[in-house]
């Protein structure tokens, strides 16, 4: 039972532009919506997160949308650089903190210069 | 200030053996959690630990137990293992009654042949 999907394994976007990144999920009962980063040979890193009953938080480069109707949230990154490029994860959870996550499989995202 | 550490980086292991994996959280933080990364997917959640008791657990067998110290240090142990038990084994540390988010480890990736 996959509760949280982010259905694309890969995006190739080109530095500069806009990178979209998608997150499905199907438990009402989450709260709170956290992107992760990870490179290789690292744990992942925490990068922006957004409130249930928020639609939109903004930090820097970097913006989270959430649709709850939907049950959809995504990840804009803009101007993307070529330091973007890592393996970003969706995560769900019922509160902040020590919360337990729920995360999607991760996509793939590559910057090309 | 060192974030979350884990030891050892890598492992390898046979069938049937037991494994002990070790996280040290970072400073100021009380509960440790601990996630399953099997390759191609997202860190799944293994259990929790706070005050020394397992506070939460996630839907893994009972092979899988853990510890936690009074210096809110933690110990991963799988017995019985099976080539399944294959994955990036990842901490996590966070503050019970904190709104921050967890802070990952780097991980232990162990192989099972």
């Known amino acids: 039972d996959q509760q949280v999907k982010q259905n694309s394994p890969s995006l190739s976007v080109q530095e500069g532009r806009i990178s979209i990144l998608n997150c499905d999920y199907t438990?009402?009962?989450?709260?709170?919506f956290l992107w992760y980063k990870k490179y290789p040979a690292e744990g992942p890193t925490f990068l922006i997160s957004i409130s249930s009953i928020k639609d939109k938080n903004e930090d820097g480069r970097f913006t989270v949308f959430l649709n709850k109707s939907a049950k959809h949230l995504s990840l804009h990154i803009v101007p993307s650089q070529p330091g973007d490029s890592a393996v970003y994860f969706c995560a769900a959870s019922p509160g902040l903190g020590a919360q337990k996550l729920v995360f999607g499989q991760g996509t793939r995202l590559t910057i090309n210069p | 200030d060192a974030g979350v550490t884990q030891s050892p980086t890598h492992l390898i292991k046979t069938r049937g053996q037991q494994v002990t994996l070790r996280c040290s959280p970072k400073?100021?933080?009380?509960?440790v959690s601990w996630y399953q990364q099997a390759l191609g997917q997202g860190p799944q959640f293994i259990f929790q630990y706070y005050e020394e008791e397992e506070r939460q657990r996630g839907n893994f067998p009972d092979r899988f137990s853990g510890h936690q110290f009074p210096n809110y240090s933690s110990e991963l142990n799988v017995n019985a293992l099976l080539l399944g038990d294959s994955a990036l084994y990842l901490c996590a540390s966070s503050l019970l009654a904190g709104i921050d988010t967890q802070y990952f480890g780097p991980g232990t990736r162990l192989t099972v042949l």
């Open positions: 438990n009402s009962m989450f709260d709170y």
């Open positions: 400073s100021g933080h009380d509960t």
